[in-house]
């Protein structure tokens, strides 16, 4: 029985349908939800610190550039949490989340794993073939680390050609 979930968002467009198809899953079951952002350097956003290729040293005025944007971007992560945590609560939902840094698939497993989930729901970025295989997936690892069942969820496409039928 499924009575709590796991789900893995992020500032992503496609993070809509991981949110609304978890809330609608945590609704029909009963189930109570845990929101996990995870602070990475594949998100896009994540600020980068600055690196010379002459003179590989760091003063201390782009350190502190560094930790202003790294604090925001944090911020933007737990505001984003928060936003998401009232709206599941709104639709009467036991809703609580947490943002964490480090890798996001081995990220989601431990959390899977010591909040002892019994699904988590994840997005997909669509990559394939080399893509992935350089980028790596996030739901490809998920899927073979993960301590528990995995629901990964794809956006829907535009079909354009039944889009054009239907305003005919």
């Known amino acids: 029985m499924t009575k709590r979930i796991l789900v893995a968002v992020d500032r992503s467009e496609k993070n809509k349908f991981v949110f609304e198809s978890a809330v609608s899953l ?15 350097e594949q998100e896009t956003g994540y600020p980068a610190l600055p690196t010379y290729a002459y003179y590989p040293m760091i003063d201390d005025r782009d350190l502190e550039v560094y930790r202003e944007k790294l604090a925001e971007y944090k911020k933007l992560g737990l505001d984003l949490l928060q ?39 994840v997005g997909s970025r669509g990559l394939k073939g080399l893509k992935e295989m350089f980028l ?30 239907e305003s005919n």
Request: aromatic share 4%.
């Open 26 to 40: 945590a609704k029909a079951t009963g189930a109570m939800l845990m929101l996990l952002h995870v602070l990475s």
């Open 83 to 121: 936003n998401l945590t009232e709206k599941a609560i709104e639709a009467g939902v036991e809703t609580e989340y947490t943002q964490l840094i480090g890798n996001p698939g081995r990220t989601i497993c431990e959390l899977a794993d010591t909040w002892e989930a019994d699904l988590i729901i």
């Open 136 to 165: 790596g997936s996030v739901s490809n690892y998920v899927t073979h680390h993960t301590p528990c069942s995995i629901l990964i969820v794809r956006s829907p496409i535009a079909n354009e050609s039944h889009e054009t039928q």
